[in-house]
């Protein structure tokens, strides 16, 4: 049996294994349903592509978004069964467990991502060899399947991620009552109750913290490839020869440029997520931050999952036009792909950059909340006020 030290309830062994077992399949039902939403074998992503018909990028764009909102649905309803029978089962140290049954998948989660950019790579590398349009065409098909994996890949990610912050949120929340002074009388609930006027404040904070950190990251990449689109264009005007292939482009520079961009435009998105949690907890008190934790946490699971299919799916749209499956999209160069390339565009943000870091959102924002809880409870200027 294991005790739980904040209810005093056993737990049995087999509950443990359960909640492995429970976080495993969740695993792989939301990566079941990330290829089946991400695809172009299935009808969702093909629904996608036939929208330019419609109205070109306006549509392609509209009908996206709608497709990663819808394939949340299924995965937050898998987590949610994951938490609560893992509660059920083991508590605290269940969700902990669930977490690491989704992660037990690790080397085959790590092996379908590198995939990804591999046969992105190999593709480029078949383009800018001038090989034929045979080799070109299987480069596209594994392209294809790469994004697929990769929007599987970050299900998983995104899955895990949510259950090991819930585990550190816990551990926070138990920290706090045990490190209090009247700890006698505060409960391990109190500080997870939204009718705390406190609390629900800091509960909305939370929920929009994600949003901010997505549109910081989001206008990072673009500046960033303005930058690299006027070097570009700077280049072609001052270097002769480029396009007949006697001269060589300055690659050194274009590189400098997206690497001191990357470093430069994440610093105010990290500061933002460190910060936050440190503020709230020193200025408004632990059940503020409470609030936060759990705001930031259950936002950044449902963006995260929607941007990264969003993009996965604006991507393969554009490559099953290119792939000329369907006749009447008019394959690569009619009008109906350079509106797949719009969406794209749009996408590879999402799914490349706002997606997946969010994960690091609401695992970083618990981890500090968790290293300072005792700072919070003894220093807090709220201290004894809410």
């Known amino acids: 049996l294991i005790k739980d030290s904040t209810s005093d309830i056993e737990y049995h062994w087999w509950g443990i294994y359960l909640c492995l077992f429970t976080g495993l399949w969740a695993g792989l039902g939301t990566g079941l349903v990330t290829d089946y939403y991400t695809s172009h074998s299935h009808r969702p992503v093909r629904e996608v592509a036939e929208s330019t018909k419609q ?7 509209i009908y996206g978004l709608a497709l990663g909102y819808k394939s949340t649905v299924i995965p937050v309803i898998l987590l949610a069964i994951t ?8 508590g605290l140290y269940g969700v902990a467990m669930a977490a ?24 480029g590398i078949a383009e800018m060899a001038e090989m034929g349009k045979n080799i070109r065409d299987i480069t596209d098909a594994l392209d ?11 299900g998983f990610a995104i899955g895990s991620a949510a259950l090991v912050s819930l585990a550190l949120y816990g551990a926070y929340v138990v920290r706090v009552v ?11 609930r109190d500080l997870g109750n939204v009718l705390q006027p406190m609390t ?16 910081m990251t989001m206008k990072s990449v673009g500046l960033a490839a303005k930058e690299m689109v006027e070097e570009v264009k700077n280049q072609f005007a001052t270097i002769p020869g480029i396009m007949e292939g006697t001269a060589k482009p300055d690659y050194d520079r274009c590189v400098s440029i997206s690497t001191k961009a990357s470093l430069r435009e994440m610093i105010a998105p990290g500061v933002l997520v460190i910060l936050y949690p440190i503020i ?3 200025l408004f008190g632990v059940f503020a931050l409470s609030g936060l934790l759990a705001g930031s946490l259950v936002s950044s699971v449902q963006l995260a999952l929607s941007a990264s299919n969003t993009g996965g799916a604006w991507d393969n749209a554009k490559k099953y036009i290119e792939a000329n ?18 969406g794209d565009t749009v996408g590879d943000p999402l799914k490349d950059t706002s997606g997946p870091s969010l994960n690091i959102v609401m695992k970083l924002m618990a981890i500090i909340s968790l290293v300072f809880a005792n700072s919070f409870v003894d220093y807090s200027v709220a201290k004894g006020r809410w």
């Open 144 to 154: 294809a399947a790469g994004n697929t994996t990769a929007a599987v890949g970050k």
């Open 55 to 61: 109205g070109g990028a306006a549509t392609l764009v």
């Open 325 to 342: 499956y369907d006749k009447s999209l008019g394959g690569k160069g009619s009008e109906f792909h350079k509106a797949a390339v719009v």
């Open 200 to 215: 629900f404040a800091f509960l909305l904070q939370g929920a929009m913290i994600p949003y901010a950190f997505s549109a």
């Open 83 to 90: 938490v609560f029978t893992s509660f059920f089962l083991g």
């Open 178 to 188: 045990e490190s209090s002074p009247d700890s006698s009388k505060l409960l391990v």
């Open 100 to 123: 690491l049954g989704m992660l037990s998948s690790l080397s085959i989660g790590l092996t379908i991502d590198a995939y990804g950019p591999i046969t992105d790579n190999a593709g």
């Open 280 to 282: 709230t907890g020193y």
